[in-house]
């Protein structure tokens, strides 16, 4: 199966702690996007990148969260010092290079964080 | 006024007959369109993608789009229990990157058997 792959799954951190989110795309997918989603509430854009580029990061937060792409590896979403408000289900989707008018995005299964 | 606009539901529907999901989107998300499903728990699923005026056919489900009067819909021909879960109406935003997706808050379906 060459889905969107996310770990770790569950994650728990004490407030204050760092976390960190990975993603691997799909198999031809270059294209990495980042979403949030709170309990109840719908799902919020917050980065899009390329290898080795952030492409559009209107929803991150401005403080405490980051994210990256390298060339070999993973997509990684990086919470630092994180709160209680960061609690949420965090997605990854990818997409293939952009051809044509719609860009169809998958999505991982998801990394539940919980902060305590 | 939000970008892409859902009613929440719950929509409930008997097994068998059609469902029916609506979504409107203001001038600042106009280029593509798409429908996820996300059960409990779980991520989204895409199940239909359109940009061109008119409907598009997948399965047992239809996706219209009309740009005149903005709005998208999704109907579910047959509905069937295993449907019963929220469905995600989803845009480009034609002021940023093209692949910068801004989804509704969701509509929860209920298929009642």
């Known amino acids: 199966n060459a889905g969107v792959m996310q770990n770790p799954r569950h994650l728990v951190r004490r407030r204050g702690q760092e976390a960190r989110l990975r993603c691997s795309p799909m198999?031809?997918?270059?294209?990495v996007y980042w979403y949030r989603q709170l309990p109840e509430e719908g799902l919020k854009f917050m980065v899009y990148?390329?290898?080795?580029?952030?492409?559009?990061e209107s929803g991150m937060p401005k403080e405490r969260f980051s994210a990256e792409f390298p060339k070999e590896g993973p997509s990684i979403l990086r919470i630092q010092q994180v709160v209680r408000g960061d609690s949420a289900a965090y997605f990854c989707?990818?997409?293939?290079?952009?051809?044509?008018?719609?860009?169809?995005?998958?999505f991982g299964p998801g990394t539940r964080l919980t902060v305590t | 006024q939000k970008e892409v606009e859902q009613n929440s539901g719950p929509l409930s529907v008997p097994e068998g007959a059609i469902a029916s999901l609506n979504c409107t989107y203001s001038?600042?998300?106009?280029?593509?369109f798409f429908w996820y499903r996300q059960y409990s728990g779980k991520s989204p699923e895409l199940i239909m993608s359109?940009?061109?005026?008119g409907d598009k056919e997948d399965g047992r489900f239809t996706a219209q789009l009309n740009k005149a009067s903005q709005y998208v819909s999704l109907l579910i021909r047959d509905s069937q229990p295993s449907d019963s879960a929220t469905y995600l109406c989803a845009a480009t935003n034609i002021y940023s990157s093209a692949s910068k997706i801004i989804f509704g808050s969701g509509t929860r379906l209920s298929i009642r058997p």
């Open positions: 989707a990818s997409s293939p290079p952009s051809a044509g008018a719609i860009i169809e995005q998958y």
């Open positions: 359109i940009y061109s005026n």
């Open positions: 990148l390329q290898k080795e580029n952030i492409i559009d």
């Open positions: 198999k031809g997918h270059s294209h």
């Open positions: 001038d600042r998300v106009s280029q593509s």
